[in-house]
């Protein structure tokens, strides 16, 4: 081993978040320890066993600070604080040394671009014109006409403006009316939330995952947003049935004080040993802001957009949104999902007709998750193969959901409290805020454990050997497109295969997300054949044979 490639060895192995696998909980959802409905922290602190035995490194907590839950959390009023619904701050800090002593790390929202209404900040700011915090928020005047300031809308439908009677102003709000946005052009904004930020890097949380965090800042001219007129103008991640995919939004969000800011909060940060940051980038071609926002070591640690968030899941998709972060990022270290609070469960959004098994589906699409260069999100349940669950428009939580219904059924579906076993398991309570999803108790945590084939089994036995092949975790990554290691192979578009190079090593994966057998023809030899992943796939001579969902990792002979 060369010198260089020691210390990069070394230099990675104390960044704990490269090719971290960081399981999500939404808190809401996981385990209800008091019978009230709704989960909580000392819930997630019993449940904290069963996670580090996956194999996980981190777990990611959904927002659980004092808030009147309008959007569940995400409109904070006091970012300090645990909301009573949740426990206490002494819940959370015996949650967190749990998480610690089990060897996990713990990763938590922080919510920047926008409050609650009833957080004191903004209940002072709305009271007059005069007051200390009266641009704190982002405040403009009418037209002539009364109408609004300008034509930005609100993701979750109409204007993003809305009228203030004390202050005969309208306040800018890019989600609920309820959640107007902070102005962080005003430096004040800026250190009062990087004192938030301080107050839980000081109680030992080891990172965030910063919600919209190309929001933060808006063009101070109010210009009008453009129409699209052309695909890379689209927001990626909302859908056509809502007005908000119509605008070009380069005014409302992406602004290049951004950057700026996410330097102060990267200076924070490195203040505090072993730290890290993860942004949720939603945007116009998000890969170039994902490079923008992760470049030069001085702003976020990682960063992760929707392109893989979406219904569209071919190979070739995948290929090229893999092929166009590698030529982008440059020295940024990119994160991935394929499930999270915000979206339809992959197993349902990839695999819509039923093609392909269920499980397998789940276990296949999961090791590509798992294969990639970066850091991967495990959203809870993906870890059980569950589906999207069907919710009932009458008990429908989510608001986005109750705007666009039926078009859209809103995100309740992905937010069902987790089966732990074939009862439901959740809550001792009556009934539970969202119902347990009948169609997940036969795929319960209980029932799987027990179970040598089940998806449950095969994240274990997968996320313990990955550890085994550093390549996974470090690796450089060269997506082929007809060539191994410059050789040239005879292409697939079918089967997603690259190679994950480090220490002078090259380990080959194959991953065949068709439902048929697909073949790949290789002049360059394979051997090693790196066992006990969980694929079915066979290598004979110089041809790969992968059967539908199969995949094949193998060495490759220099």
């Known amino acids: 081993m060369t010198q260089a490639v020691s210390d990069k060895k070394t230099s990675l192995n104390q960044e704990w978040w490269r090719g971290a696998v960081i399981y999500q909980i939404y808190p809401r959802s996981y385990f209800d320890s008091n019978a009230d409905g709704i989960g909580d922290i000392p819930g997630i602190t019993r449940k904290l066993p069963f996670i580090a035995n996956l194999g996980v490194d981190a777990i990611w907590l959904s927002p659980f600070f004092t808030s009147p839950m309008k959007d569940f959390g995400y409109d904070v009023s006091d970012y300090c604080d645990v909301d009573p619904m949740f426990g206490t701050l002494d819940d959370f800090k ?119 965090v190309n929001f933060f800042f808006h063009d101070q001219a109010l210009t009008d947003n453009p129409a699209v007129s052309k695909p890379e103008e689209k927001f990626v991640g909302v859908g056509d049935d809502n007005p908000f995919s119509r605008q070009f939004h380069k005014h409302q969000l992406t602004q290049p004080e951004n950057l700026k800011f996410l330097a102060r909060l990267r200076a924070v940060m490195d203040q505090y040993e072993d730290r890290f940051t993860v942004g949720e980038i939603g945007a116009p071609e998000g890969l170039k802001v994902m490079a923008e926002y992760t470049a030069g070591g001085d702003k976020l640690h ?37 499930s999270n609070h915000d ?15 269920q499980d397998e589906f789940a276990k296949t699409s999961l090791s590509l998750l798992f294969s990639l260069r970066g850091s991967a999100c495990l959203y809870q349940g993906e870890e059980l193969g569950f589906e999207q669950a069907e919710v009932p428009f009458d008990k429908l939580q989510d608001p986005y959901g109750i705007e666009f219904w039926p078009e859209y059924k809103g995100r309740d579906g992905c937010r069902t409290p987790i089966a732990w076993n074939e009862q439901g398991g959740f809550s001792e309570a009556e009934e539970s805020w969202l119902p347990v999803f009948d169609g997940h108790k036969a795929r319960s945590a209980e029932t799987q454990e027990g179970q040598a084939d ?36 005879a292409a697939n578009n079918n089967v997603l295969s690259f190679e994950r190079r480090w220490d002078n090593r090259s380990l080959f994966v194959a991953i065949n997300l068709t439902n048929e057998t697909q073949t790949l023809s290789l002049p360059g030899k394979l051997d090693q054949l790196a066992d006990d992943h969980g694929l079915a796939g066979e290598i004979n001579d110089n041809e790969v044979t992968l059967p539908p969902l199969g995949g094949v990792y193998a060495y490759i002979t220099p």
Request: charged fraction near 20%; proline fraction near 4%.
């Open 454 to 489: 089940s998806v449950l089994s095969f994240v274990k036995a997968f996320l313990h050997w990955r550890k085994q092949h550093p390549a996974l975790l470090y690796g450089d990554i060269v997506w082929h497109s007809g060539t191994l290691s410059g050789n040239g192979t």
């Open 94 to 212: 015996t949650m967190l040394k749990t998480a610690h002593d089990l060897g996990l790390k713990v990763v938590i929202d922080q919510v920047y671009s926008h409050t609650s209404d009833q957080h004191a900040w903004f209940k002072e700011s709305r009271a007059n014109r005069t007051n200390a915090k009266r641009d704190w928020y982002v405040w403009a005047d009418a037209k002539a006409d009364g109408t609004a300031p300008n034509n930005w809308l609100s993701i979750f439908g109409g204007s993003a403006w809305q009228w203030d009677s004390r202050r005969q102003q309208y306040f800018l709000h890019n989600f609920l009316t309820s959640q107007p946005d902070l102005n962080l052009h005003n430096p004040e904004v800026q250190e009062a939330v990087l004192d938030a930020a301080r107050f839980w890097l000081d109680l030992g949380v080891d990172g965030f995952r910063l919600d919209v």
């Open 343 to 357: 979206v339809a469960r992959s197993v349902s959004r990839w695999n819509p007709e039923g093609v392909f098994g």
């Open 302 to 338: 990682s960063a992760y957009t929707f392109e893989l968030l979406g219904d569209q899941y071919d190979p070739p998709y995948i290929r090229s949104v893999m092929q166009s972060i590698e030529k982008h990022l440059n020295d940024g270290w990119p994160c991935f999902a394929l």
